[in-house]
């Protein structure tokens, strides 16, 4: 089954910084939107970026923008999200979503709906 693959979580402190990856090398299909989805424990997924692949356009969660910043890699579906000045409210496991349909499709980017290839996860722990 397709999947993107997702790494670059860890645990830090409040106020640190963490880099994640996401790798859709292992598809032949080439990704119109990317994304980053969270689920922190006991609580649903939310959308936290997304990422146009043919422009670069980008949306992102009130809650991390000016903190987190999604960019596209060099390489065919790729996508980064350096996310800075994180709080232990960022503690989550985050997820690499991707569609092949334009982000803003329908209206919502952040449906987790619209995206029918996910990774695996990776943890991202932020103590205070």
């Known amino acids: 089954q397709a999947q993107p693959v997702e790494s670059g979580g860890g645990s830090v402190q409040a106020g640190g910084s963490l880099r994640l990856s996401c790798d859709g090398s292992?598809?032949?299909?080439?990704?119109?939107?990317m994304g980053w989805f969270r689920q922190p424990p006991g609580k649903e997924r939310e959308g936290v970026a997304v990422i146009s692949s043919p422009d670069g356009t980008t949306s992102y969660a009130d809650s991390v923008k000016g903190r987190f910043f999604i960019s596209r890699g060099n390489a065919k579906n790729t996508v980064y999200l350096q996310m800075d000045s994180l709080q232990p409210e960022d503690s989550a496991m985050y997820y690499c979503?991707?569609?092949?349909?334009?982000?803003?499709?329908?209206?919502?980017?952040?449906?987790?709906?619209?995206?029918?290839?996910w990774g695996q996860g990776t943890q991202v722990t932020v103590s205070s």
């Open positions: 292992g598809y032949t299909r080439t990704d119109e939107c």
């Open positions: 979503a991707t569609s092949s349909l334009w982000c803003w499709h329908g209206g919502r980017w952040d449906s987790p709906e619209k995206y029918d290839y």
